[in-house]
């Protein structure tokens, strides 16, 4: 694909459309909720906001992180994928597609290989440009 300014318009899946792998979803740790994400969760799930916290945040001091089940988010199943998507945290919804792609190409190569959604038939380039253009429009991605 060529990247030209008077071809215009883009959209997210020009450069990701997510294979739902649950790759991003694995591991130890999870990102954190902001005070927004805490509140969009518990919305979500519709339970009050101490049954939240206990059945399923990772609370150290300050930091609140989802619980790890079985070395993945506590929230992802295998057949359904996230099942708490709308309430999920930012950081979830802004992945694959995070801002220090625009700084590095290792960043890019380093989220390009963890994440089997990102269009391999872009250069780093041609990525960038259009991420760069998303994220001028759009402020915060959510993919
Ligand atoms: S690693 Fe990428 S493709 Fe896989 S679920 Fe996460 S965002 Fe989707
Ligand atoms: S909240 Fe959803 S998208 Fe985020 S890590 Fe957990 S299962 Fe994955």
Redesign the pocket.
Known sequence: MKITAQQGKYSVSDIFVCARCGY??QGET??SLDQDDQRRMVEELGLDRQTVREKYWRVTGAVVQ?KIVDGH?I??NEQM?????SG??WR?GEWPLHPSILADPNNFATIRESCPGINRELSYEEFRAILQYLIDEAGRMKC
């Open positions: 991003c979803c999870t990102v989802m988010c929230f992802y994928g996230c099942t708490v998507h999920r945290p979830c």
